[in-house]
């Protein structure tokens, strides 16, 4: 029993294990390829922060700063429901000055990230006003919005 008891132990240890590295997965790579990506639609982002948070609020998984732009993503490893987006244009995005007064001279655009966006979802986000981005076959993150896209700016 003792032995069994160890082994359960040790299986769920590598399974949370497991899981951790599946959550920060996403967020490295949408942390990697961010400048890249932006930088090809002509958005210089100087520096970006991974996991912004003030004890007690908000978290946001990537803030990138441009010029007059501050950039703040929601990561997932699946977009898959319009909640998700809503939660993030509806909650997060509008209390982000508040919780971080430095960025009051900026322009704030949202934007989601996901390993695998539903095609509907993506497009919710998009008429939403937010950048939506995915990882392409060849391993590198690409932008899903549509040529003119304009983003919504969240002041």
Do not use: C, H
Request: a positive charge; charged letters at 30%.
């Amino acid at each position: 029993m003792g032995k069994t008891n160890r082994n359960l132990e040790l299986i769920t240890i590598q399974l949370w294990e497991q899981g951790l590295i599946q959550m920060e997965s996403p967020e490295d790579f949408f942390y990697r390829n961010l400048k890249g990506v932006f930088g090809r639609i002509g958005l210089v982002l100087k520096k970006v922060k991974r996991n912004l948070k003030r004890q007690g609020q908000e978290s946001y998984d990537l803030v990138a700063l441009g010029s007059e732009v501050v950039l703040v993503m929601e990561i997932e490893t699946k977009l898959m429901t319009r909640w998700s987006v809503e939660r993030f244009i509806g909650k997060k995005l509008p209390r982000f000055k508040a919780i971080f007064p430095e960025y009051e001279k900026y322009q704030v655009v949202g934007a989601m990230g996901a390993l695998v966006v539903k095609d509907d979802v993506g497009r919710y986000a998009e008429k939403a006003g937010l950048y939506v981005l995915t990882q392409t076959d060849e391993g590198g993150a690409t932008l899903l919005n549509r040529e003119g896209f304009e983003p919504r700016t969240f002041n």
